[in-house]
Nanobody, 115 residues
């Protein structure tokens, strides 16, 4: 099994930056594809970025060039560096681990971008 603890959310002005962290416990982390998803009020959760255990990255078009996902398999941590934030990035962000059709989720962290 695996559990995630997210941190780093908060409020920031447009154009600002935040770095989300997701610390994992358990032995599965190194074999999981890790990712970040976000959910807008009244909407389905949507993919932001994923990273395989070997470091292959995938991004939603809306965040390409602004967000960077990274991971450290020794520290069992995945990060999402978010730059040039806009109000449209305001959402609850969830850490995700995926393997063999099973999703593992963190509790979510709120990101608010507002002037």
């Amino acid at each position: 099994q695996v559990q995630f603890v997210e941190s780093g959310g908060g409020s920031v002005q447009p154009g600002g930056s935040l770095r989300l962290s997701c610390a994992a416990s358990g032995s599965l982390f190194t074999i999981l594809r890790m990712g970040w998803y976000r959910q807008f009020p009244g909407k389905e959760r949507e993919l932001v970025a994923t990273i395989t255990r070997d470091g292959f990255r995938n991004y939603a078009d809306s965040v390409k060039g602004r967000f960077t996902i990274s991971r450290d398999n020794v520290k069992k941590t995945v990060w999402l560096q978010m730059n040039d934030l806009t109000p449209e990035d305001t959402a609850v962000y969830y850490c995700n681990g995926y393997r063999l059709s099973t999703n593992y989720w963190g509790q979510g962290t709120q990101v608010t971008v507002s002037s």
